[in-house]
């Protein structure tokens, strides 16, 4: 039965459509050990098609495989944080002097983009951890980035894995600049982009690696347009000698 890697993690999943399988595959292992097991029933499918259709407005022509592969995420997001101190955040990763950097916003503001510039600035320099939904964990007390199969539609990601350094919530502008996310706004920029539960136990343990991030990595507003001079903008943050301290 098959066994991925996922999070530093050995998950067993028995994909049923080929899409699945071929999404999954370069995080495939030998291992037979696994730390659990994820299996999705069609009512958890046809849930996860009535989401995604009412959240991007569209017609119910969904194809099952890519409601499939949406189900089984969604149930190795709630495990990992019941179990292993860890969260979905919908953003891109890239990896950057031996730490992970977070580009998030809402779709179409810019995340992908933002890549395709930092892959311009740095060429070699920096590489792709995940372009849209990277896993976050709490391990030996710091916050890790994980790539995960799910990579958005552009493809872009590994099984890389970093340390967080900072995060950085976009907004389009003509002119870019970059400052400190307010400290109020910051709890809420965070759980726009993860996902959300209901029951006390969760929410509790969802909170406390939210905190954790909060305490251990820098969180940036990034006003940007579409130019290089905006990866440009968001790596001086990163390379200055006295990181910029100005509050948004």
Same mark, same amino acid.
């Given at each position: 039965m ?11 999943i028995?994909?049923?459509?080929d ?11 030998s291992d ?8 999705v029933?069609k009512?958890?499918i046809e ?10 407005? $569209? ?13 089984v ?9 019941s ?13 950057y ?5 977070l580009? *998030?916003?809402? *779709? ?17 320099k920096? *590489? ?11 391990v ?16 872009y990601?590994?099984?890389?894995n ?5 995060i950085?919530? $976009? ?5 870019n ?23 006390r136990?969760?929410?509790?343990? $969802?909170?406390?690696?939210?905190e ?9 507003? $990034? ?13 001086s ?5 006295y ?5 948004c």
């Amino acid at each position: 039965m098959p066994v991925y890697r996922i999070a530093d993690l050995n998950i067993k999943i028995v994909p049923e459509s080929d899409f699945f399988e071929n999404q999954l595959r370069n995080f495939q292992i030998s291992d037979e050990h696994f730390d659990f097991e994820v299996n999705v029933t069609k009512a958890d499918i046809e849930a996860e098609r009535l989401v995604y259709t009412q959240r991007n407005n $569209l017609a119910d022509n969904i194809p099952v495989s890519v409601c499939e592969s949406l189900a089984v995420y969604r149930k190795i997001c709630r495990k990992i944080l019941s179990d292993y101190s860890g969260i979905l955040f919908h953003s891109a990763a890239v990896e950057y002097k031996g730490g992970a950097y977070l580009f *998030s916003a809402p *779709s179409g503001t810019g995340k992908t983009t933002h890549i395709r510039l930092w892959k311009k600035l740095l060429g070699d320099k920096m *590489s792709v951890i995940n372009g849209d939904k990277p896993l976050l964990r709490i391990v030996d007390d710091k916050i890790i980035v994980y790539g995960t199969p799910w990579m958005g539609k552009e493809n872009y990601g590994s099984d890389k894995n970093a340390p967080l350094r900072a995060i950085f919530f $976009l907004e389009r502008a003509e002119k870019n600049s970059v400052c400190r996310a307010d400290v109020k706004s910051v709890l809420s920029l965070i759980m726009a982009q993860t996902l959300r539960y209901c029951d006390r136990d969760n929410v509790s343990k $969802l909170l406390l690696i939210v905190e954790k991030i909060i305490s251990s990595s820098d969180i940036y507003i $990034l006003k940007c347009n579409m130019d290089i001079s905006a990866a440009e903008t968001a790596v001086s943050a990163i390379d200055s000698e006295y990181p910029h301290k100005s509050m948004c």
